[in-house]
């Protein structure tokens, strides 16, 4: 009981505490959000870096339209003997001789056509096209997720202020008990109870407020910049007024990240078809060199020294006229991957247009709970106040006031989880229909 009583004893730091986590940090708003996101998150950061080793897949010199040169170099010693007999009748020997020698060339080959080599790399460029969309994919997610923390930290940022005017009122509730109890027109049980109440909510406050903090984290590392920044974000909240499903459905079919990459892949492959009928043009290539040789005998050699040097130029032409079956066999495949794809864009638009009724429908809902718990809050808030009147003037007991506290808190509370609810939902509407990236802040 003595425990209870000294309970002012260590609330007074933690209200404290209260008051210094009040400060304002640094305001993040939701376009600032956006522009570290784009610059510092790490997905987008891979996603770019992807693109870049497409891109330069598509070059010139990754792709064999530049000649190439080698040069070789070589040299050679021999000791030995050799002997030779004429039909004349004479001999030549040799012994101990030193035969040494040396050679150098340089060789340039550059391919003057090849078809299957063109539309490799138009390929390449369409890849790199796709990797555009894997960035734009990227973005799109991210932003979600930016989305869903930022009003996150905004709704606890609410709940927290919330549960902050409650203690406040709690205190209030404490003094009038204490000051009822010193005149003899109240008991000991109403201030044991005040401050149990203000224990609870005090504890209830250190948990919101680790709940932000920790959802404060998790946005910073969405973003992309240092977890342990601090700071507040807009609390403020904007309906869009002109959404219609009808437009939805219809942007999704042609908007969509899903399905924009779904026809490029598709565009990819029908690629692999021009590939190989280029497989069917003959490559034509050129040849240059230029070679140096140079042998050194012993003098008693029947050829002493020798050398020779020489331009040599070349054409050559490869052309695979028939090659079994194979070219027929994997454009049949190729053909039957297309067919595979387009169904698959098929699938991909009905589960796009299944996602964005359920997400529809889910946003009106969420309008319309969001108009009950605004006039439930209002109710609650009315209700306050005539008890509170009621309770300064002694007509209302301490426990009817301590109820419409908590109905307000929690008609408060929810609220606020309505209203980011359904701005959550209106996001998620606009990613599944491409427009996430048009948002106005």
Known sequence: MENILNIKNYLLPLLMLFGLSSFAQNQLSKAEAVKILLEKNYGIKVAKNNRLIAENNTSREANGYLPTVDANAGANANL???SQKF??????SVSNALTWGANASVGANYT???KQRDERVAQLKELVKLSDFEIRQAIELNMLQLFNGYYEVARLTQNLGVLKETIELGRQRLKRAE???E???????DILNAQVDIQRDSINYLLAQQQLDNSKRNLNFIIGQEVDIDFEVDTLVNYSQNL???KLLSDAETKNINVSLADKNMQITNQDLKIIEAGKKPIIGSTASYAYSYSDNAPESFITSSNSRGLALGVNLSWN???GGAREVQKQNTQIAIQSQQILREQTIEELRRDVINAWNSYQNSLFILE???TSLEINQLNFQRTEDLFKSAQASSIEFRQAQLNLLNAATSYNTAKFDAKVIEIQLLQLSGGILEVEF
């Open 244 to 246: 219609r499903l009808e």
């Open 87 to 92: 039909n004349s009748g004479m001999e030549a």
């Open 372 to 374: 009950a718990e605004k």
């Open 112 to 114: 003057l056509y090849n």
């Open 321 to 323: 006229i028939f090659d």
């Open 80 to 82: 030995g003997g050799s």
């Open 179 to 181: 000051y009822r109890y």
């Open 183 to 189: 005149y003899g027109q109240g008991l000991r049980l």
